[in-house]
């Protein structure tokens, strides 16, 4: 049922024989399952395997070491099952990528019937269990002291991402580390960070906008490059956050201003950056956002208003990948016909060839798309 006041996924199960009511966490936005069995230690893997590709979910109340081995044994068989190579040769780059799409959220849906117990403290309450508390205020906010339900691999994803941001992600172009929160992109592509870093900066560039700032990492880029003010928007609370905790780590707190806005804040800057999302497609999940970008809307909406926040003289600097072109999803000639329509003219594209291991891996069904890809920087100014 829902919790129409709180708007919150309400689920009800058992725990030792006695009934239990909580929220049902989904960052994917999977819905709650209409029942939930309990299994533990006993169970084997082709049982649960055979339960939960039949629509099941189960909830572990056994051992928690055993319940990652578990899931590790699920996983295995669901590579095989969603084995693209098994799959019909799709027409096009964008049917492969749009097949591509269908059998990862298959994958996804089916592993995550796999649910673990958080405590209205989120610890968990299973044997052996590892410490949790931490990643979760990190990822969630602070606990109300209501049960949880999550899919364990959702709640693995969550203590990964908070041992990535304990100890950052150094990146030599801001003299020292990115700490990536839960939802928010991290700056793991490192060429496009580099093109930032070498870009010619207009004349008297002593102020700029960061559009869509995410990490805070294009920001702290331009103020360590001796921008004396750089305004930062963003609208995801999680990013705005994350930026602002970043920012202040660098020490460039007097620099640079992180604030809520819808892409541009008020006035005007000699140099505007963004680097939207690359792909022209629907998220699947609320942290998809920073890869997806639904039929191009931010990167149109940048475009579309840069020529009025550009002091005369200024440039605007997008940081976008093609992926989006070898994949069918976008043409070239969409992008200059965009750039055109704003008012917009190129002063020079800046490009480089990925280095993520992707780029090597001809198992993976994008191989084409991803061997061709260059991300560029595009020099922009008002016509």
Known sequence: MIDNARMEKIIAWEAG??????????????????????????????????????????LWQGDWVNARHLLQALIRRAERRFDPRHAKTPASPAAAFALHREILGQRAALLARLLVPVSGDFSVPLRRAQATVEACRAAWGEPDGRERLVALRELLAVISAWEWR???????????????????????????VDLVAQAPLPAACDSA???????????????????????????????????TENIAQLGLAAQVRVIETDLFPEGWAPLVVCNPPWVPAQPSSPVEYAVYDPDSRMLRGFLTGLAAHLSPGGEGWL??????????????????????????VVIERMDTRPKHPKVQDRSDPLHAARAAEVSSLWRLAAQ
Not at 46 to 58: I, S
Not at 327 to 339: K, Q
Request: charged fraction near 20%.
């Open 17 to 58: 024989g006695t009934p239990v009511q909580g929220v049902w966490q989904s960052e994917a936005g999977l819905q709650p399952p209409s029942a939930v069995d309990t299994v533990d230690d006993r169970i084997s893997a082709d049982l649960a395997w055979q339960r939960m590709a039949a629509g099941e979910a189960l």
């Open 166 to 192: 304990k100890k950052g992600m150094p990146v030599p172009a801001v003299q020292g580390r990115i700490y990536p929160h839960y939802g928010v992109f991290s700056p793991v592509r490192g060429e496009y």
């Open 209 to 243: 906008f960061d559009i869509g700032t995410g990490s805070g990492i294009l920001a702290a880029i331009l103020a360590r490059r001796g921008v004396a003010q750089v305004l930062a928007t963003d609208m995801a609370p999680r990013a705005l956050a994350c930026a």
């Open 319 to 344: 940081i976008i990948s093609d992926i989006a072109e070898h994949l069918g999803l976008r043409s070239r000639a969409e992008l200059l016909g965009w750039i055109a329509a704003a008012g917009l």
